[in-house]
């Protein structure tokens, strides 16, 4: 009886979890940490969403079960979306099915389409529900690294594919991306698309902060390349375009095999998001998009505060063109010591908290993610915090020598 559980053994240590237990000692201990860490969208959400809410909830009729796959406005509401912002027709019926946000759609679809030692490859680097939705199903995973670049991205894939055993059933794509900020053009795709057709591979897009950009050039979505939609899945979530992070709606739309395979399996697991819920999210969507541009240059406004105050400390940053976090590599004193002993480092020198790289795979082990979650006066505060230690450790010293316990 002492024996761990098949499934959960699968899945590695949370090493987040040293992180948070430092922070939460910290704080206990009377601390300011200046949490940048989750990223947890820290604005309330626009008042005509709330309003909505707040309006279907006094519906009695509202309060019994919903749909598993939507209520038919939501999904109209997708449909428009994709319209408007891509110029992509979406089938509302079958081509679109609301989830309870992005991230359970991609875990329920992974049990939906894999059997026990499917391949599926993945970005290295990676929000963690992308391999490990599919690793909970009983997949292999087979990983493509992506910290150095995506220039050689396509080859990597191409490769993957050939000397795979058995062939990959999936590969998960996600730009802008979450922890890297990388973001690509709508030609990225193309030969990605060509690819995966050639050898009968789905494709599951993840554009989660496809508003949340700041250049000036929207994110495209893979479903503008019209031979992606029979093979492909992309999922969208509310939570950082309208700071509805913890209402947890979100929607995959596609390919109608795919969709029908996720809407059947949220039949026997779910009835879907409390429909009031659903009905906010179809006036979020509908309705007026002047907030969707405020929360856009708010995330801007940070970005620059973090990029410069790092900066002044000493420590050069690329500044992301998207996403709501900046993927900051270590200072090179410090990066033998790995991401996980340089965040504690952070956390007990400079009272900041941040996400280590090796959180999202190996391959993020020289980097740290800030997340965009204070204000610009505390994330100033922040920086100097940083600068003082990077001063006090000459930029290393012998702090980076140092496991922090």
């Known amino acids: 009886m002492n024996e761990e559980f098949h499934r959960i053994k699968r899945l590695p240590p949370y090493v987040f979890a040293e992180v948070n237990a430092m922070k939460a000692r910290a704080r206990a201990a009377g601390e300011d940490i200046i949490d940048l860490g989750m990223g947890n969208p820290d604005q309330p959400t626009p008042p005509h969403i709330v309003e909505k ?74 929000y963690p529900i992308h391999p490990f939705g599919f690793m909970l199903a009983g997949a292999a995973l ?56 050639k050898h009968g591979i789905y494709i599951l897009s993840d554009i989660a902060y496809a508003e949340i950009y700041f250049d000036g050039n929207p994110p495209p979505s893979i479903l503008q390349i019209p031979e992606a939609r029979d093979i492909t899945v992309e999922f969208n979530s509310l939570s950082k375009t309208y700071n509805m992070p913890g209402w947890r709606v979100g929607f995959g739309v596609g390919s109608k095999k795919l969709i029908g395979a996720l809407a059947k399996f949220k039949s ?90 090796i959180g999202f795979g190996e391959y993020g082990d020289e980097h740290v993610r800030f997340g965009l979650v204070e204000n610009v006066q505390r994330i100033r505060q922040a920086c100097r915090n940083i600068r003082a230690f990077l001063h006090r450790t000459g930029n290393g010293g012998d702090a980076a020598s140092k496991k922090v316990i």
């Not at 979450?178 to 973001?183: A, R, V």
């Not at 002047?290 to 940070?302: G, H, L, N, T």
């Not at 990029?307 to 002044?312: C, E, H, S, W």
């Not at 033998?336 to 400079?350: D, I, N, R, T």
């Open 142 to 197: 087979r990983h493509i690294p992506v910290v150095e670049g995506l220039d050689n991205f396509v080859e990597t894939l191409e490769r993957a594919i050939r000397h795979s055993v058995p062939k990959p059933i999936a590969v998960i794509v996600s730009f802008p991306a979450n922890p890297t900020t990388q973001t690509v053009t709508l030609d990225f795709y193309r030969p990605i698309v060509e690819l995966c057709l």
């Open 268 to 357: 026997y697991v779910d009835y879907g998001a409390f429909t009031p819920i659903q009905v906010a999210a179809t006036a979020a969507l509908n309705g007026p998009q002047d907030c969707v541009e405020e929360i856009r240059q708010m995330y801007k406004a940070r970005r620059d505060a973090l990029i410069d105050g790092l900066a002044a400390a000493g420590w050069d940053v690329p500044p992301p063109a998207a996403t709501m976090f900046v993927w900051a590599r270590i200072p090179e004193p410090f990066r033998a010591m790995g991401s996980l002993e340089f965040s504690k480092l952070l956390l007990q020198e400079a009272q900041v908290a941040v996400s280590p790289g």
């Open 53 to 126: 809410l707040v309006e279907a909830v006094r519906n009695p009729k509202t309060h019994r079960y919903s749909m598993s796959r939507g209520i038919p406005g939501l999904r109209k509401a997708i449909s428009a979306y994709y319209k408007r912002r891509f110029d992509v027709d979406i089938d509302p019926e079958t081509e679109a099915c609301v989830t309870i946000g992005s991230k359970e759609g991609l875990a329920n679809l992974a049990q939906a389409i894999t059997s026990p030692g499917d391949v599926i490859l993945v970005p290295n680097p990676s």
